[in-house]
């Protein structure tokens, strides 16, 4: 899938950097927090994003190499990039904001031999193991996930702050390193495009479903009565 | 031979409707290919359900002694069945393990992996998987280049199906890696608020974020009641997580699939998670102040405007209408 135009950074993310923050501020011993992305070099914008909310540094990692690199092939990239890091933590957002696809710290983490749970709306950290709570097919879950791990934030587990003025002019001079595959050890055979194992082929257009009434409500008592008229007519009421 | 191995999910006795429906999808799958559907099922009182997935065209079912509910053991306990056997393919139905599972065996074997899956095809004796994307406005077509590909459906993306037939149950120990180990339930299946029933209900008035607060609720509750008869309220995982409304409410990805004769979103962005619990219900209506709001997609009549303000005066005007 073409990530070209994802330059921002995802809003599902600022879930795991806020997340991050109220470890450290929680009073749990943090040396430091490292935002870590993988993009087109117009991807600094969400590093700085990402400093302005708090992060101390960052780590870009962008080569031609690893572009149109499916799920399997980028969370590989981004493990050999995270181990240069050494984590206690790994916090990722629920999901990438175009490709409804949750997974990524599950591959992750099987690459940094890590345990890893996804979805987690609570986060304690109890020692050396962290309690979370999420929400899975049958109701609540509660784990306990050993340090170090990867853990995947849902957007219920915080609200995230508004960087202030000063954090955003400031976020250009935190630490920013610049790494290509060549200085994280990425096997570039297992990267990019043709490399991937999973190959996407055109797109089609899914079967067209009839288009739905829509009114825009300006005078509401009309627009009552055009609704009770459509639900009377499909004998609903 | 080319043979598919699925993960079938089993809770409390009873294994997984979305599993069901990818056992039998894979043994439609495994006949074009002329192979075999074989499932694997985890945990304590595996072995009780076992015997039954082969009324759904499973041959052999395997039962795995390890600890059931996290992606960890399951990781370890396919990739031992899946290295000491003959398989192409690995499927999964919807669901957040299959989801996190399918990813790390992905990751353990330099597998090849498509997720949120809605229909798979045999081209050319290989798997062709389809999968919409961008909000479901486009769909596309992934192969494999590994020696095993793996597909993670969407939730009730696959029919279930009985073809009859008997499964040979064997029995699998699952030496556990590292990090499955580090990983472990506290407690499991949690139910968070009122025991609510909305899957038998013909009306569901179901509200979302929009609501803007757990009060907001009772706007639904007014409606639902409005409509008197079998109606009831439903809700969103955001809200449910916020603690507005009960867990047993929620619809979608994590919660229940219902369709009922109505279906009236408030405040509800129409996420594919949520959708996916949804989509099938008989008339789609929804209320919403965003005119970009991706469930005006699929609903059948949608209403860009301010709850508040609607909410109440439909209310009215139900009761009106009722007598
Ligand atoms: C693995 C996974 C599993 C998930 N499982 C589920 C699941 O089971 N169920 C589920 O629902 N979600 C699930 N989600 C979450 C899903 O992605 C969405 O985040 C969620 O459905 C959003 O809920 P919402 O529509 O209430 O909130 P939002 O997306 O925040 O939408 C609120 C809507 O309200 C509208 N609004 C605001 N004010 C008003 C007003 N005054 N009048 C009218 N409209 C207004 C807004 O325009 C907006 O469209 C899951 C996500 C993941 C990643």
């Known amino acids: 899938m073409d990530r070209s135009g994802e330059k921002n950074l995802n809003p599902y993310d600022t879930h795991a950097i806020e997340a991050a923050m109220q470890i450290k501020e929680g009073g749990v011993a943090v040396d430091e927090i490292v935002a870590v992305t993988m993009g087109p070099e117009s991807a600094v914008r969400a590093l700085h994003k990402a400093v302005s909310l ?78 979370c709570e999420r929400q899975a097919e049958y109701g609540y879950d509660t784990v306990e996930v050993g340090l170090p791990a ?26 920013l390193d610049t790494v290509a595959t060549g200085d994280v050890d990425i096997d570039t055979s297992k990267v990019g495009a043709d490399n991937s194992a999973a190959q996407w082929t ?15 409500d300006e005078d509401t008592a009309e627009t009552v009565e055009k609704i009770v008229a459509w639900l009377d007519e499909r004998k609903l009421i | 031979m080319a043979n598919i191995l699925v993960y079938a999910l089993h ?20 006949g074009e290919l002329g192979g075999e559907a074989h499932a694997i099922l985890i945990g304590d009182g595996a ?12 041959k052999k079912v395997f039962v795995a002694d390890a600890p059931a509910g996290l992606a960890g053991p399951a990781i370890d306990a396919m990739a031992g069945v899946l ?72 939730l009730n993306a696959f029919e279930i199906k009985q073809s009859g037939g008997d499964a040979a149950v064997e029995n699998v120990s699952v030496e556990l890696s590292a990090q499955a180990g580090k990983a472990t339930l506290r407690t499991r299946g949690e139910q968070r608020g009122a025991d609510v029933d909305i899957e038998g209900a013909d009306v569901l008035v179901a509200g979302g974020r929009g609501l803007g607060k757990a009060e907001g609720f009772d706007l639904c509750d007014q409606l639902a009641a409005a409509f008197g008869g079998n109606s009831a309220v439903a809700a969103t995982r955001a809200v449910v997580d916020a603690g507005w409304y009960p867990y047993a409410a929620q619809i979608g990805q994590t919660g229940k699939t219902v369709a009922p004769k109505l279906y009236l979103a ?14 099938s219900s008989e008339n789609i209506v929804a209320i919403n102040k965003d ?16 709850l508040n303000k609607i909410l109440p005066k439909l209310t009215e005007a139900i009761k009106a209408k009722k007598g």
């Open chain 1, 54 to 131: 708090g992060a101390d540094r960052s780590v870009h990692l962008t080569d031609p190499a690893v572009a149109g690199s499916d799920v399997a092939a980028t969370g590989y990239a981004l493990a050999q990039t995270l181990k240069r890091e050494n984590p206690d933590l790994v916090l990722l957002g629920q999901q990438s904001d175009d490709g409804e696809c949750y997974t990524i710290g599950a591959v992750v983490a099987e690459h940094l031999g890590a345990p890893s749970l996804t979805q987690v709306i609570k986060l304690d950290v109890e020692g050396e193991t962290l309690v």
């Open chain 1, 150 to 175: 990867v853990i995947s934030v849902g957007d219920a587990i915080n609200e995230p702050r508004y960087p202030s003025l000063k954090a955003i002019m400031g976020a250009k001079k935190k630490p």
């Open chain 1, 202 to 216: 055109a797109a089609k257009a899914p079967p067209q479903k009839a288009a739905g009434t829509i009114i825009e």
């Open chain 2, 11 to 30: 809770y409390e006795g009873a294994v997984n409707k979305n599993s069901l429906g990818a056992v039998s999808e894979a043994a439609k799958l495994a």
């Open chain 2, 47 to 58: 072995a009780d359900v076992a015997g039954s997935l082969g009324a759904y065209g499973a």
């Open chain 2, 83 to 154: 290295n000491g056997g003959d398989y192409k393919y690995v499927l999964f139905g919807g669901g957040l393990l299959g989801f996190e599972i399918g990813a790390g065996l992905a990751a353990r074997l330099g597998a090849g992996v498509a997720m949120e899956v809605t229909a798979v095809t045999v081209q050319g004796g290989e798997l062709v998987a389809e999968r919409p994307i961008l909000g479901d406005s486009s769909i596309s077509e992934i192969k494999f280049r590994s020696d095993i590909g793996i597909i993670i459906g969407r």
């Open chain 2, 266 to 279: 408030a405040g509800i962005s129409g996420a594919i998670q949520h959708k996916v619990g949804m989509q």
């Open chain 2, 291 to 306: 005119a970009n709001a991706p469930i005006f997609e699929f609903s059948d009549l949608g209403i860009v405007g301010d």
